[in-house]
């Protein structure tokens, strides 16, 4: 009997989790970590969303099995949001599928739509399940750069002239996590074309939709005309409405796709249950002003964090989107990588954040910071940060306090 498992040796080891287990294991041991690692929402979710999956979950009906591909209501309730945010007409019916989240819908259509063997056009550095939703089930990955640039599509014309066999799917999300770079609608109507040249599909992860800045209001690929002919989208209450462990997400678009990511949901599960669908509907729905509070409270979180980090001797980029900022190493600390240097960052400044080789080895040279602190939390960890840099001899601002 072996224990060579076919997917488990295409799965490498999870970089990220060994610096979760620090992190898990320094807190255990009473350290105060300030925890920018994790995408995880430190707010709470609406209070009317709270309260109508308290009140569908005392009705005795509301406990058996629902629906795998969504109750009506929210998939009508997402069409609506399409509707009312791009100018999208969507159909409840045959174009949404509601999912456990975003990761689960693009793993469940992975599985539906891949052959082993299969070449998958994904973006490196890259949210894992991009990549390994596809390895598990039995496909082969070639890289494509994330910036959105003339490179971009130069390597899309490279993959399809020199890949054998031809890729069959091009998967993208922005804005992109990790690196929080953003598209216009331009860039998508290139893909769009791109895609119905050369017969691919496309998956957009747009988890992030109500997380941009400075008035710049993202798009989504399905504003194309005839986008819906190769694209799907995948949406998520997580970030939008703090949802993330509700597990709410959506896939939007391409009626084949949908049909066939439903039907191999069908066998795999019978849906969420049925109050948290029920809640789902309410924040859909219901008064969206949470949304734009949020989105102002990210936004001041992004500008202490680039602001105090920045006196602390550490310049980040500000992101234009999203709830992360991708940041370059300190030159001078560049040499030690992604992973040795989190690990430092962890144990001598009690800062977690993500090393950016979790991301695909073109993250290699970066880490994730997700603001998923309090003002006052990453003002604490730019004052840790200084003096973790200058314990490495690295110079920092003089006459400028940190936080």
Known sequence: MSDEFYRMKR??????????????AARAGGEDIIDLGMGNPDLPPPDHVIEKLVEVARKPSAHGYSQSRGIPGLRKAQAN???????????PESEVVVTMGSKEGLASLATAITAPGDVILAPNPSYPIHMFGFIIAGATIRAVPTTPDEHYFESLERAMAFTVPRPSVLVMGYPSNPTAEVVDLAFYERVVAFAKEHGLWVISDLAYSELYYDDCPTPSILQVKGAKDVAIEFTSLSKTYSMAGWRMGF?????KLIAAMTRVKSYLDYGAFTPIQAAACAALNGPQDIVEKNRRLYHKRRDVLVDSF??????????????????????ALAHLGSLEFSKQLLTEAKVAVAPGVGYGENGEGYVRIAMVENEQRLRQAARNVKKYLQSMGVNTPSGRAAG
């Open 81 to 91: 949001y399409y509707g009312r945010r791009f100018g999208v007409d969507i159909d």
């Open 11 to 24: 799965l490498p080891p999870y970089v990220i989790a060994e610096v979760n287990a620090m992190r898990a």
């Open 310 to 331: 920045g006196r602390a001797g550490w310049d980040i980029p500000s992101p234009r989107a999203s709830m992360f900022a991708w940041a370059p190493l300190p030159p």
């Open 251 to 255: 896939g939007v678009g391409n009626k």
